[in-house]
C-alpha cells in the first residue's frame, strides 16, 4: 500500500533523508520512531506530498505521489504533529469543509460528520469556533478529519500529543481497529510504549537511515539480548555509537 524507493530529500548540502526503502502492506500498523532531527516528519511530508523527494520514488496503492498526486492524496488522511485549522469556522463548518474537498455531501456527509463528533466527544461543540477550542479537543477536531472520508492510508505525526489518557486510548482502539479493518497505518511518534503496544512492525531512522525494522520480537531476536525496546532504540540512536550490525533494516 506503501512503497518507497531509494527515497533521499537534501536541504541544501544536508542530506535528511537517505536512499529510504520501505514497504507498509495494507491493513499494518507501521511505527516509525527516531531521536529528534532524524528525518521522520521530512519522510511524512514527503509522503502526503507537502515535500519533493530529491531522488526516489513513493508510491501509494500503486499511485506515485509525484506523478498522480491527486489519485495518491484522495486516499490518505492526514494528522500533521502542528495542524493548521480555520480558526474563525465552527467545528461543523470545519467538518463540512473537509467532506467537501473530499466530494462528500449530502446525508452521507452528515452521517459521517455525526459519528465522528460522537466518537471524539465534540457534540456539544459543533457550533464553537475552532478558535475557542483547547489543544485537545482540537487535536480531536484534526482526527475527526482525518478519518471522515474514510481514508485507506492514515498518515500521523506525534497524534498523542496534548491528548489527556482518555482520549489518548481512544485514538489507540481507533488506530489497532482501522488497522485491522484493512486501513494501512503509518505512525511516527516518540512513544515506545505506543509502539510496543500498537504496531505490527517497527522501523527506526536515524541520521536520515533506516538502522532497523521488524516486528517488536523480530528486533529482540535479531539484538539477541531479550532487551526492551527502549534499550534497543537508544543503543541504535546514540550519537557515540554506530548502528548495531544485528538489526540491519530488511522489508
Known amino acids: 500500500m506503501i512503497r518507497l524507493k531509494e527515497v533521499t530529500k537534501r536541504f541544501g548540502g544536508k542530506e535528511v533523508v537517505c536512499k529510504l526503502s520501505l514497504h507498509v502492506p495494507k491493513g499494518e ?143 489507540k482502539d481507533v488506530l489497532r481497529e482501522r488497522a485491522d479493518n484493512g486501513t494501512t497505518v503509518f505512525l511516527s511518534t516518540h512513544s515506545l510504549s505506543v509502539a510496543e503496544e500498537l504496531a505490527d512492525r517497527i522501523g527506526i531512522i536515524h541520521r536520515g537511515r533506516l538502522v532497523a525494522l521488524g516486528a517488536f520480537d523480530e528486533l529482540n531476536e535479531m539484538a539477541g539480548r531479550g532487551d526492551r525496546l527502549e534499550d534497543i532504540f537508544l543503543r541504535l540512536t546514540s550519537e557515540n555509537s554506530a548502528a548495531d550490525p544485528n538489526l540491519s533494516p530488511a522489508e
Open 29 to 171: 500498523l507501521f511505527a516509525y520512531m527516531g531521536p529528534n532531527g532524524a528525518g521522520k516528519t521530512t519522510t511524512i511530508k514527503m509522503l502526503t506530498g507537502l515535500l519533493k523527494p530529491t531522488s526516489g520514488q513513493i508510491f501509494l496503492k500503486g499511485h506515485d505521489i509525484e506523478t498522480q498526486p491527486l489519485e495518491a492524496k484522495r486516499i490518505i488522511g492526514y494528522v500533521p504533529d502542528l495542524p493548521y485549522l480555520y480558526e474563525k469556522l465552527t467545528v461543523e463548518e470545519f467538518l463540512i469543509f473537509i467532506g467537501n474537498l473530499y466530494g462528500m455531501n449530502g446525508a452521507g456527509l452528515s452521517d459521517r460528520i455525526s459519528h465522528f463528533v460522537s466518537l471524539f466527544e465534540l457534540r456539544d461543540l459543533t457550533g464553537d469556533l475552532i478558535e475557542d477550542l483547547s489543544h485537545g479537543m482540537r487535536q480531536r477536531l484534526v482526527f475527526s478529519a482525518a478519518l471522515l472520508h474514510d481514508p485507506e492510508v492514515l498518515i500521523l505525526d506525534e497524534p498523542m500529543v496534548a491528548l489527556d489518557p482518555k482520549s489518548a486510548r481512544l485514538v
